[in-house]
């Protein structure tokens, strides 16, 4: 190693010569070199705090699904099963009991703020609707006549 570094000198040396006389024959401010005999120094190595050990997912600025798209679907959202004819389903990231937890708590709460695109009103819905609509006919009547 100290071999090395003696050679490395060596040339460094020769190569500072010979900038120096070519300088001189072109009358050009010769170039400083220095020799490093210390190894660069380790960048940083990164940690995460507490928080951020905690964080599973990263937050996109870009979602990858669009509002449209996740409103319609969210309503079908569910994990893969065996029963669906997966021969195996792995779960890497939590065990099968908290994937499913954290899977209902965020379609939980996707669906305050989003836009549900297909949502239908129900058959009791409608009746209720209809009851309502006829019974203001008759209250607008009545006031009408009064």
Same mark, same amino acid.
């Given at each position: 190693?100290?071999?090395?570094?003696?050679?490395?000198? #060596?040339? =460094?040396? %020769?190569?500072?010569?010979? =900038?120096?006389? *070519?300088?001189?024959?072109?009358?050009?401010?010769?170039? %400083?070199?220095?020799?490093?005999? #210390?190894?660069?120094? %380790?960048?940083?190595? =990164?940690?995460?705090?507490? /928080?951020?050990?905690?964080?599973?997912?990263?937050?996109?600025?870009?979602?990858?699904?669009?509002?449209?798209?996740?409103?319609?679907?969210?309503? *079908?959202?569910?994990?893969?099963?065996?029963?669906?004819?997966?021969?195996?389903?792995?779960?890497?990231?939590?065990?099968?009991?908290?994937? %499913?937890?954290?899977?209902? *708590?965020?379609?939980?709460?996707?669906?305050?703020?989003?836009?549900?695109?297909?949502?239908?009103?129900?058959?009791?819905?409608?009746?209720?609707?209809?009851?309502?609509?006829?019974?203001? /006919?008759?209250?607008?009547?009545?006031?009408?006549?009064?």
């Amino acid at each position: 190693k100290e071999e090395v570094k003696e050679e490395i000198k #060596e040339d =460094a040396d %020769k190569e500072k010569e010979d =900038a120096e006389k *070519k300088a001189k024959d072109e009358d050009v401010e010769p170039v %400083k070199m220095e020799i490093l005999d #210390e190894e660069p120094e %380790k960048p940083p190595k =990164a940690e995460l705090t507490e /928080q951020e050990k905690g964080i599973w997912f990263r937050k996109e600025h870009i979602p990858d699904v669009s509002p449209f798209v996740l409103g319609s679907c969210l309503a *079908k959202l569910s994990l893969p099963d065996k029963e669906e004819g997966f021969d195996e389903v792995i779960f890497a990231w939590r065990p099968e009991a908290e994937a %499913k937890e954290y899977a209902r *708590k965020w379609a939980k709460e996707k669906k305050i703020d989003t836009r549900l695109e297909d949502l239908e009103p129900s058959s009791w819905f409608r009746e209720r609707w209809q009851k309502w609509q006829t019974d203001l /006919q008759t209250w607008q009547r009545k006031q009408v006549e009064f």
